[in-house]
């Protein structure tokens, strides 16, 4: 089946069924002890943001206590709000950019769960080389850096969009949501690739041809980012997406093996 010829109809209806077969062969074949590990590297991830904050306020506060020859009462004021306010900021920034690094961090796991969703399925063993496995986490490295580029560079553009009021708003959101959704989407989707030897641009060709498939899976691990807390919840989301996007790669994908 040729790539150009899948409707988007069908690939988005296989990008989300696919979660649906993933988490019965995931139960099926005793993987879900491998959704915990993201949860508790996000529980890491998310204590050494915030610890950062409170370091960096009081080495901001430390400065200020050596400079200032008088510590008047806004001086006092400003050093009560820096301690307050950057654990917050780097909450925030964990809570943007926290999904990608706890990705990058589990890209082993994901690649093994990959191999495994595609070993149950076609029978084909991916023997273990530690090599192999150092050039797989260092391309997914450089993928999700050239990625979360992207997607800061393109939300920065949307934000735009805010300064007409209501419609601008509303476009503003739906569109970072497709952004978002696609990328993530797409390094769920390069795990495979990369095992099929695919260069770099290659894969982001092969994963332009099934870009709904790629804003299917994504979508799904994207949804509980715009909730409280919900980085948490999509921590467990990803090494499902990963098993569903090698579920519809091995369905639609011209380029696989099987």
């Known amino acids: 089946m040729q790539q150009q010829n899948i409707s988007l109809a069908k690939q988005i209806k296989t990008g989300f069924a696919s979660y ?4 019965r062969l995931i139960r099926a074949n005793k993987l879900t002890k491998y959704l915990l590990i993201p949860a508790i590297l ?40 820096i301690k307050i306010i950057l654990p917050i ?6 809570v943007f950019i926290g999904g990608t690094i706890v990705n990058i961090l589990m ?8 191999e495994k969703t595609e070993t149950i399925l076609t029978g084909k063993e991916f023997p273990f080389d530690m090599k192999q496995t150092f050039r797989d ?4 490295l450089r993928i999700a850096i050239r990625n979360t580029a992207k997607q800061l560079i393109l939300t920065a553009l949307c934000l735009l969009l805010n300064f007409i009021p209501v419609a601008g708003s509303i476009a503003s ?8 959704a696609y990328y993530f989407g797409f390094g769920f989707m390069d795990y ?8 770099p641009k290659d894969s982001r060709k092969e994963t332009h041809k099934l870009k709904f498939v790629a804003f299917a899976t994504g979508a ?15 921590a467990f989301i990803g090494g499902v997406s990963t098993v569903a996007a090698t579920l519809s790669q091995l369905e639609l994908s011209e380029k696989s093996p099987s």
């Open 192 to 199: 495979t690739y990369e095992r099929w030897r695919l260069s």
């Open 107 to 114: 890209s082993p796991i994901y690649t093994f769960l990959s």
């Open 20 to 23: 649906i077969t993933a988490i």
């Open 220 to 234: 799904v691990y994207s949804l509980p980012l715009y909730l409280i807390c919900g980085s948490f919840i999509a």
């Open 42 to 81: 996000n529980i890491i991830v998310v204590v050494a943001f915030i610890y950062s904050g409170v370091g960096i306020g009081d080495w901001i506060n430390g400065i200020i206590e050596r400079s200032a020859e008088n510590m008047n009462g806004w001086i006092h004021a400003g050093m009560v709000a």
């Open 137 to 140: 986490v260092w391309r997914a």
């Open 89 to 94: 900021v780097f909450f925030a920034l964990f």
């Open 173 to 180: 959101l739906i569109l970072i949501f497709i952004i978002n």
